[in-house]
């Protein structure tokens, strides 16, 4: 059986290394339109990259808020679906139930089920949890201020990065040809709304033609790569 010390090392492994990458959401941020503290508090509600990286690129496009907020939220409900399958794996009840919510993310999940037991599931849960959202929102801060000094992000070339960095927490999560075919085909979809929406309307539609298609359309293992 896997040591308990085994588990906190994994789980601060992936904690470090998802945690610095909000250094580039808060640069990114301030240098789509938000402030730093508006960038701080939207890393310390939302936690959740993909959906705040989502947000940012719909401002970035000229977007509406309140677009970017329905895509972000479109994006953040597959934690629902983490929540379900942790539920019983973790066992928690009442206000410890409540309270753990804020860190059902990708990789608290991620880490979580490949355990053996309830107290090692429990471990790598908080462990990478704690890791995590401490230098997700730590690095969030260091990175706005940065983003504040930029300038005007199209002097950079940082008025495409928000969809590069976007594209590089999606791509490691394409794991099997199906996923990557729903991929194409809501990229394909968002693509093809461009010239005829408003900004952020074409990554909402995208996003909602994925998700129907993901949940009629159930991969096998065995159709992974």
Do not use: K
């Amino acid at each position: 059986m896997t040591s308990d010390r085994s588990v906190i090392t994994d789980s601060l492994g992936v904690g470090v290394a998802t945690g610095a990458y909000g250094i580039s959401f808060g640069a990114l941020a301030t240098a789509s339109g938000l402030d730093v503290w508006q960038a701080c508090a939207m890393s310390l509600a939302v936690f959740t990259g993909a959906s705040q990286f989502a947000f940012i690129g719909v401002l970035a496009s000229g977007g509406n808020p309140l677009t970017g907020a329905l895509t972000a939220i479109l994006l953040g409900s597959r934690n629902l679906f983490y929540g379900l399958s942790l539920a019983p794996l973790l066992r928690l009840t009442g206000p410890a139930r409540l309270a753990s919510a804020h860190w059902v993310i990708d990789e608290t999940t991620a880490v979580a089920v490949t355990r053996e037991t309830t107290r090692q599931a429990r471990l790598g849960f908080y462990w990478t949890g704690a890791t995590i959202f401490v230098l997700w929102n730590t690095t969030t801060f260091v990175g706005a201020l940065a983003g504040t000094a930029i300038g005007d992000p199209r002097d950079y070339g940082l008025d495409a990065a928000v969809g590069a960095a976007f594209l590089g927490l999606l791509w490691p999560r394409l794991t099997s040809w199906g996923t990557r075919a729903i991929a194409l085909l809501a990229a394909a979809v968002a693509i093809g709304l461009v010239p005829f929406t408003a900004a952020g309307v074409p990554i909402i539609v995208g996003g909602a033609v994925a998700v129907l298609v993901g949940l009629r359309w159930h991969v096998s293992p065995e159709d992974a790569s």
